[in-house]
């Protein structure tokens, strides 16, 4: 039976040593994304690099770093031939311009001339699957409906084009260059489709989603990029803020359903189901111009309409100017919901909020009021500090202008300008009038005087004159 003693030094041991394999793995970890300075634009052109362009005091760089760590060991492992590294941009801010680095975090995959920019979530997941998507071919070959069966179960949406060499092919090649950082683009022929998959009429392009496919028109859809960048999405999605912020670029209208997810009753499981119902029952219908989800809880919603949303609810919001639309009675039914919609199509749904002056304005003040209502919220010591202080400082200021600008009083005897003024032109006393006539009369002896000894001096220069001559 071991000691007190013994037992100390023991879990002592084993402490230290399960510290000592913590360091060691993350100092293994850490040396996979590689420290890149001047020399790596000269250097990587014969490799893939994955970069991290960060900033030491950016707050969101130090929350990638560990995500970043992770995301160069796994690399590392499966012998992955994409490099990554990592690039101080407030020190080597040269090569980082010459790379188009606005911003912080700046997550690029440089393949030869090419520089693809990473827009996803800042999970591991989803960038070593950009990684693998961007690295690889544009267009990958499914030659069997195997290879094919294997593709459609990693992925839920993909485009594939069908056929032989065609300008539309070159097409397709040049839009998924275009939106490879996006989703996977691939070539088949016929016979390496599923047989129950029908094209009519060769060469096509198709998307495969919500588990089954469509296909692409180019009189009725227009635009190939266009097409893509819409149909990019599932039917019917999870929404959050960054998920709204790519839908903005569709310019399709987004029906939230706005629902609590902890919530367990009947009335938010049924307008959630809806509203899937209409995504997917209706698509033909309401595919081109929206797109359907929900979101859990109020907060994000109420940010963006600057508004008070009950829950349940349903929004219309139309990302591109900013309103937005709500129904006048709540949604209870399908029906209900499809009415509402096709009031937006006609315009005859009211639109609310949008991106005038005096919108923009209010955004601005309520963009402020929720920020520092946020750091109150969060650290009312540090909103404290980061607003009282400032106010702080005025109000002294204010004060000592206040005070600085009170009545002069004069010493004694001295009088104020408007006092001299007022008495200047009052009406003068007899006593003044008596002493006033008294200098008038001394100035008109004075001057009479001098008439006098100005005569006298006449003469006596006449006189002078004549006894010369």
């Known amino acids: ?23 060691f793995r993350t100092a293994v970890v850490s040396s996979f994304a590689i420290d890149l300075d001047d020399s790596f634009k000269e250097n990587r052109e014969d490799d893939i690099w994955l970069v991290d362009f960060y900033a030491p005091w950016c707050g969101h760089c130090k929350k990638l770093e560990p995500i970043w760590d992770e995301v160069a060991s796994e690399m590392r492992s499966v012998g992955s031939p994409v490099k990554v590294g990592k690039m101080d941009a407030t020190i080597f801010a040269g090569v980082a311009s010459e790379f188009g680095v606005r911003g912080y975090p700046t997550i690029k995959l440089l393949k030869g001339d090419l520089a693809y920019n990473y827009r996803g979530p800042r999970t591991k997941e989803d960038i070593i699957e950009f990684s693998n998507r961007v690295s690889g071919p544009l267009v990958r070959s499914l030659s069997t409906q195997q290879l094919f069966d294997h593709w459609q179960q990693r992925h839920l949406v993909f485009f594939v084009y069908v056929g032989g060499e065609s300008p539309l092919k070159e097409k397709f090649f040049e839009v998924a260059s275009e939106m490879i950082v996006y989703t996977y683009f691939f070539s088949a022929s016929e016979d390496a489709l599923p047989q129950d998959i029908t094209v009519q009429e060769l060469p096509a392009v198709l998307v495969f989603k919500d588990g089954t496919y469509y296909m692409y028109d180019e009189y009725e ?3 190939m990029s266009s097409w893509v960048n819409k149909e990019r999405f599932l039917g019917y999605l999870n929404i959050d803020g ?3 912020y790519e839908l903005s670029e569709t310019g399709k209208l987004v029906v939230v359903a706005v629902i609590d997810g902890k919530n367990s009753s009947e009335e938010h499981a049924s307008l959630k189901d809806i509203t899937h119902e209409v995504a997917t029952g209706y698509r033909e219908q309401f595919h081109r111009d929206f797109q359907f ?5 109020a907060d994000y919603i109420n ?3 600057m508004d008070e949303v009950a829950i349940p609810s349903i929004v219309v919001l139309n990302t591109s100017n900013q309103q937005y639309f709500v129904p006048e009675t709540p949604i209870m039914s399908i029906e209900d919901l499809i009415k509402f919609i096709n009031k937006i199509l006609e315009g005859s749904a009211e639109a609310q909020g949008g991106d005038s002056f005096f919108y923009r304005v209010r955004r601005l003040l309520y963009d402020g009021k929720s920020t520092i209502l946020s750091v109150f919220k969060a650290s009312p010591l540090l909103g404290c500090f980061l607003f009282g202080l400032p106010l702080g400082v005025i109000s002294i200021m ?11 009083e004069p010493e004694e005897g001295e009088l104020l300008q408007d006092e001299a003024i007022e008495q200047g032109d009052a009406e003068p006393s007899d006593g003044e009038k008596e002493e006033n006539g008294d200098e008038n009369q001394k100035d008109g002896e004075v ?23």
């Open 398 to 408: 204010c004060y000592g202008i206040w005070t600085a600008d009170g009545e002069y």
């Open 303 to 305: 940010g963006v309409i």
């Open 1 to 23: 039976r071991l000691s007190p003693i013994s037992k100390m030094a023991a879990a002592t041991r084993l402490v230290l040593l399960v510290c000592g394999v913590a360091v």
């Open 221 to 223: 859809d227009g635009d």
């Open 447 to 469: 001057k009479e005087n001098s008439e006098e000894l100005k005569d006298e001096e006449l003469e006596e220069k006449s006189m002078v004159e004549k006894k010369t001559d």
């Open 242 to 244: 960054f998920t709204l």
């Open 293 to 297: 989800g929900h979101v859990d809880g």
